[in-house]
């Protein structure tokens, strides 16, 4: 089993949508909960991170954790067509800076 | 800084060669990571390093793969010899000083294996 599974899509939608990505984990060492998101061609950069379980806002988009159950999620608000990308999730424990991603949803906004 | 730069940024071998990737982290950053990227698998950790040297290298697929950091400045990413299932975009990240501080990527490697 992956230490952090996420769906790979791909999720295509329209304009305007509110868009939910997820991933759940298996290890419960990990404590630093990051979504990166990669553009075609691109290295992934960081979009959002948090450390704790709830919600943290910036903008359109809000994390979200969930400790006790292992699952995080990322919202987008109004989506937009330059939103459509592949987003990453991401998370480290205490353990020496071993960072690990999920396999990544590729998102399609339409117009 | 210019990011992490990785090189080539394209690469098209013949199956058997011994194919070499290079990565020049942010200067001061202390952690180097190399990941490998595919549709099928994602973004798989290979190999990271701390301060030069390898903490954990259980992701290196085979014995065909090596990785070396000679000082902190530079790293090589060495698959010897190459294989049709090697083809992938490899990618160079690194990480500064403390805890959980964010990883900035290379622009990757894409690598051919024919």
């Known amino acids: 089993q992956k230490e952090v599974e996420q769906d790979p899509g791909p999720l295509s939608v329209p304009e305007g949508a509110i868009v939910s990505l997820n991933c759940t984990y298996s290890?419960?060492?990990?404590?630093?909960f990051m979504w990166y998101r990669q553009y075609s061609r691109k290295g992934p950069e960081l979009l959002m991170y948090?450390?704790?379980?709830g919600n943290k806002e910036d903008g359109r988009f809000t994390a979200q954790v969930d400790k006790s159950s292992k699952y995080i999620s990322l919202f987008i608000r109004d989506s937009q067509p330059s939103d459509s990308a592949t987003y990453l999730c991401a998370m480290d424990g205490n353990q020496g800076g071993k960072l690990i991603f999920g396999q990544g949803t590729e998102l399609s906004v339409k117009p | 800084d210019a990011g992490v730069i990785q090189s080539p940024r394209h690469e098209v071998t013949e199956m058997g060669q011994e194919v070499t990737l290079r990565c020049k982290p942010i200067?001061?950053?202390?952690?180097l990571f190399w990941y490998r990227q595919t549709m099928m698998r994602g973004l798989e950790l290979l190999i990271y390093f701390n301060n030069n040297v390898p903490i954990d290298d259980s992701g290196m697929p085979e014995d065909r793969f090596s990785a070396k950091m000679p000082n902190a400045s530079f790293s090589t990413l060495k698959i010897q010899p190459s294989e049709p299932r090697d083809s992938a975009v490899y990618f160079c990240?690194?990480?500064?000083?403390?805890?959980?501080?964010?990883?900035?990527f290379g622009q990757g490697t894409r690598l051919t294996v024919v």
């Open positions: 200067s001061g950053h202390n952690s």
């Open positions: 948090t450390y704790s379980s």
């Open positions: 990240a690194s990480r500064g000083q403390g805890l959980h501080t964010e990883a900035f």
């Open positions: 290890n419960s060492a990990f404590q630093y």
